[in-house]
T-cell receptor
Framework: AQSVTQLDSQVPVFEEAPVELRCNYSSSVSVYLFWYVQYPNQGLQLLLKYLSGSTLVKGINGFEAEFNKSQTSFHLRKPSVHISDTAEYFCAVWASNAGNNRKLIWGLGTSLAVNP | GAVVSQHPSWVICKSGTSVKIECRSLDFQATTMFWYRQFPKQSLMLMATSNEGSKATYEQGVEKDKFLINHASLTLSTLTVTSAHPEDSSFYIC????????????FGPGTRLTVT
């Protein structure tokens, strides 16, 4: 069975500093990987996704993530954060061969708080 | 593209009444839609997977007679919370997966339900 672990529940950071939000997954099969962002009282918005190909994936709002198969990780990074990046970030995994039982497996989320 | 709407965005109802929440994919067809529940400061909890034209698949522990799901067309799924109680108060989020897509889900903005 697949599982997703977001190693940090909360990440405080100062504005313009770099940030890394960590995500590890366990799966015995190939997976697709996603990062979603949720702003307060809103639904979820896709930041980026890895399906295949280049392991470095660039997303919206200056975020990027690197898929590391050997370490089963998909960490999210941004070189310089803004106050507006304050939100909840979710990592999710979808097994590519799960047939009709396909569904996203979610991490518990990381709360990013950007301080001035 | 790939916009999902939810209606209503918030609703207050009295205990014992039923509430219907609509989820629509506005510019794509969605064979599969998902209904999630989210408690404050927590991750998404998948309630059920809804496939157009067939019965929804409920996750373990979710009462199918209480949370009625109908997916009558490729662009509309509804969740009806029957005989609502205060413990049903929550943030309900739907998502839609594009027919033939790669597993990416597009999320609605969520519905805040408060049962008094």
């Amino acid at each position: 069975a697949q599982s997703v672990t977001q190693l940090d529940s909360q990440v405080p950071v100062f504005e313009e500093a770099p940030v890394e939000l960590r995500c590890n997954y366990s799966s015995s099969v190939s997976v697709y990987l996603f990062w979603y962002v949720q702003y307060p009282n809103q639904g979820l918005q896709l930041l980026l996704k890895y399906l295949s190909g280049s392991t470095l994936v660039k997303g919206i709002n200056g975020f990027e993530a690197e898929f590391n198969k050997s370490q089963t990780s998909f960490h999210l990074r941004k070189p310089s954060v803004h106050i507006s990046d304050t939100a909840e970030y979710f990592c999710a995994v979808w097994a590519s061969n799960a047939g009709n039982n396909r569904k996203l497996i979610w991490g518990l989320g990381t709360s990013l708080a950007v301080n001035p | 593209g790939a916009v999902v709407s939810q209606h209503p965005s918030w609703v207050i109802c009295k205990s014992g009444t039923s509430v219907k929440i609509e989820c629509r994919s506005l510019d794509f067809q969605a064979t599969t839609m998902f209904w999630y529940r989210q408690f404050p400061k927590q991750s998404l909890m998948l309630m059920a997977t809804s496939n157009e034209g067939s019965k929804a698949t409920y996750e373990q522990g979710v009462e199918k007679d209480k949370f009625l799901i109908n997916h009558a067309s490729l662009t509309l799924s509804t969740l009806t919370v029957t005989s609502a109680h205060p413990e049903d108060s929550s943030f309900y989020i739907c998502s839609a997966r594009q027919t033939g897509g790669s597993g990416e889900q597009y999320f609605g903005p969520g519905t805040r339900l408060t049962v008094t």
